[in-house]
């Protein structure tokens, strides 16, 4: 089946720098990949759209110099979270889908990112 | 507006059936996907329905009515480590995904 490859699984940074996750689809080309943050009890919050080749599409409310994406291949999408605070920790996941508009989604394993 | 409405919480026994139901108000519709996630991990996917019944999947079982904005999951021999939330997510117009909190299950031995 369809795996998401999110690296990595728990990061810890000092306030004031920058992380980046990767999310891979390993055995599909995903053109569109998608990133979610999840606090804790909470439903996912879709936070942008990552197309490949081409800038990324932010929901209202997400920060889009904040939180850079970067989806240079087919099967590599990158989120950026620049100049990170403490209410930047979050659980981030990425997800993919590797056929049409209602194909099922695959997530990746999400990392936990905690901000000092 | 779009919104999801399901159970915060249910408890089951191990062994037993359990139905998960959701409503649902979208803006259009493109299906509706039952995702399974363990606390601190991922979902995973676990069915769509994108026309009315019941579609079986194993222990798993997920059914729909478009007209009346409504599906369940039925987890049937409940295993301990079907504990988990159950995420049920319909597709609006625009094929994305709706989000709702999900229902939290916990299976007692």
């Known amino acids: ?116 | 507006g779009q919104n999801i409405d399901q159970p915060t919480e249910m408890t089951a026994t191990e062994g037993a059936i359990v139905q998960i139901n959701c409503t649902y108000q979208t803006s259009g519709f493109n299906g509706l996907f039952w995702y399974q996630q363990h606390a601190g991990e991922a979902p995973t996917f676990l069915s769509y329905n994108v026309l009315d019944g019941l579609e079986e999947k194993g222990r798993f079982s997920s059914f729909l009515s478009r007209s009346k904005g409504y599906s369940y999951l039925l987890l049937k021999e409940l295993q301990m480590k079907d504990s988990a939330s159950y995420l049920c997510a319909p597709m609006d117009s625009n094929y994305q995904l709706i989000w709702g909190a999900g229902t939290k299950l916990i299976i007692k031995p």
């Open chain 1, 1 to 116: 089946g369809a795996v998401v490859s999110q690296h990595p699984s728990r990061v810890i940074c000092k306030s004031g720098t920058s992380v980046k996750i990767e999310c891979r689809s390993l055995d599909f080309q995903a053109t569109t990949m998608f990133w979610y943050r999840q606090f804790p009890k909470k439903s996912l919050m879709l936070m942008a759209t990552s197309n490949e080749g081409s800038k990324a599409t932010y929901e209202q409310g997400v920060e889009k110099d904040k939180f850079l994406i970067n989806h240079a291949s087919l099967t590599l999408s990158t989120l950026t979270v620049t100049s990170a605070h403490p209410e930047d920790s979050s659980f981030y996941i990425c997800s993919a889908s590797y056929g049409g508009d209602n194909s099922p989604l695959h997530f990746g394993n999400g990392t936990r990112l905690t901000v000092t």
